[in-house]
């Protein structure tokens, strides 16, 4: 692996056609490159005075967006771009156009997804981020976007998809501070514009039965890893739910078979202890599983000479950047301009960085399986996403690479919920006193209005 081009952060260069342009191919765009057939929205009346009160010049809004699948944006384009003025006609409210918002986005997405991709979210009104840093640049551009900026500002307080509807990650305390920021800057400006961060809850189902397609891609699964598979499909009839039960113990039996695989990996080649030998239970996988994803991010710290503090997302991003920052180089700084030594070794620590990084990325593949998340309700939309994570990890384990595209089980269709609108203003005095604590508050009230959405 040769050493890369700086990470520079990625400012936004909003360009206010490109949505009008964009919104009639959305949903070709969210069927055939999501697998979605329609876009709902539950409580809209709430966005829409949100909106039109940010139009009015009287609240600057932050939208906070629950994120576990990678087609979230796509989701928003659609809720804001079409379901917002539609339903803003109907109550006979008159919104300006485009309806349309700011947000932040990982600096590593535009990595694995293109170069291309972060160039239309730059000309889409988008900021980079590098969270495993303090990203003075990306923090700056957000603050100023809060502020000052024609249209709302969004964001995922999750920070990454964790792939699961009825699961919200431990959310990140930016999005709070970002808010507070935002209060101090208007009050230092003397604006009586409010600051309020307004909830969106989405949720992925599916609207076709997907027991056929899960079935091939079990047996696919069952191949990589050197399982039996069954001689021949799983019955199909109009129980859907019978179907993904008698499914269901080969669905177990690969997440168990690569719990075991991987604890002899780490047990045979960093001298880890683990419990060989002894049957995976329901009352040890979780437990057997924690560990796991203890020792390999472990491994990876050992690597960069990281503490291991936080949750486990925090841990990743940590790891996450500390390769960043051997895989590319400082800005400003040019590969091609270094002496031939140089170069060779700053390509030796990429590759080295890159090897030490594979352990979290498979911890991100495996953080969201868990033992009780099928089983507490038995439902295709809880056994699709649960096998997506299953083939992400099988092909990340059997390639060592990115996987390839997930499988399409079946449509679905997407649900946002807009949320009750949190007031940040009238917490500037707790803010003042006591700054983390205020953010944390806040951060715990909207993880609260995230989870009641569930």
């Given amino acids: 692996m040769q050493v890369q081009p700086p990470l520079d952060f990625l400012p936004p260069r909003l360009l206010p056609w490109l949505p009008r342009l964009l919104r009639p191919v959305l949903p070709l765009l969210l069927r055939f490159l ?13 966005l829409v005075d949100q909106v039109a ?3 009015r010049g009287e609240v600057r809004l932050l939208l906070a967006f629950r994120h576990p699948q ?16 539609r339903a803003a006609r109907a109550q006979g409210v008159r919104l300006r156009a485009p309806t349309h918002s700011h947000f932040l986005y990982d600096r590593g997405i535009p990595l694995w997804a293109g170069s291309g991709v972060g160039w239309i979210f730059s000309r889409l009104g988008g900021s980079s981020i590098q969270r495993g840093k303090l990203d003075l640049k990306g923090l700056r551009a957000a603050r100023e976007l809060m502020v000052e900026a024609s249209f709302p500002l969004a964001a995922a307080p999750e920070g990454a998809t964790n792939g699961l509807s009825d699961v919200i990650s431990p959310l990140e305390p930016g999005v709070a ?7 101090e800057d208007l009050a230092a400006a003397g604006r009586t514009a409010a600051v309020e961060v307004v909830p969106l809850g989405i949720h992925y189902h599916y609207v076709a039965p997907i027991a056929s397609a899960a079935d091939r891609v ?34 177990t039996a690969v997440a168990d078979w690569l719990l075991v695989r991987l604890e002899r990996f780490y047990g045979q080649l ?12 329901e009352a040890n996988r979780g437990e057997r599983l924690g560990h796991l994803l203890e ?12 503490a291991a503090n936080g949750s486990l997302n925090d841990r990743c991003r940590r790891i996450e950047q500390a390769g960043w920052e051997w895989i590319h180089c400082p800005e400003g700084a040019d590969r091609a301009a270094l002496p031939a030594v140089e170069r060779g070794l700053a390509d030796r620590a990429a590759t080295e960085a890159d090897r030490a990084m594979w352990h979290m990325r498979m911890v991100e593949s495996f953080v969201a399986v868990s033992g009780t998340y099928v089983r507490d309700r038995l439902n295709a939309d809880r056994f699709g996403e649960t096998l997506l994570l299953l083939f992400t990890l099988v092909y990340r384990l059997a390639d060592g690479g990115p996987p390839p595209p997930l499988p399409r089980l079946a449509l679905r269709r997407a649900r946002i919920t807009v949320g009750a609108s949190i007031d940040v203003s009238g917490r500037l005095p707790a803010y003042r006193a006591q ?20």
Avoid: K
Avoid at 72 to 79: G, H, N, T, V, Y
Avoid at 270 to 281: C, E, Q
Avoid at 435 to 454: E, S
């Fill in 270 to 281: 960093y001298r880890v202890s683990f419990a060989d030998g002894t049957p995976i239970s």
């Fill in 295 to 306: 020792v390999a991010l472990a491994v990876s710290e050992a690597s960069f000479g990281l």
């Fill in 70 to 85: 990678t087609s979230d944006p796509l989701c928003l384009s659609a809720l804001l771009w079409s379901l917002l003025p």
């Fill in 177 to 183: 501070q970002i808010a507070f920021w935002a209060v």
């Fill in 218 to 251: 079990l047996a696919d699964l069952e191949r990589a890893c050197g399982l039996p598979t069954p001689a021949s499909p799983a019955p199909s009839g109009p129980n859907e739910g019978a179907q993904l039960a008698l499914l269901y113990p080969r669905l």
């Fill in 53 to 55: 009160r940010f139009q």
């Fill in 34 to 46: 999501e697998g979605i057939d329609a876009v709902e929205a539950d409580h809209l009346e709430r």
């Fill in 435 to 454: 700054r983390r604590q205020a953010v944390a508050h806040l951060t715990q009230d909207l993880a609260a209005g995230l989870g009641a959405m569930l």
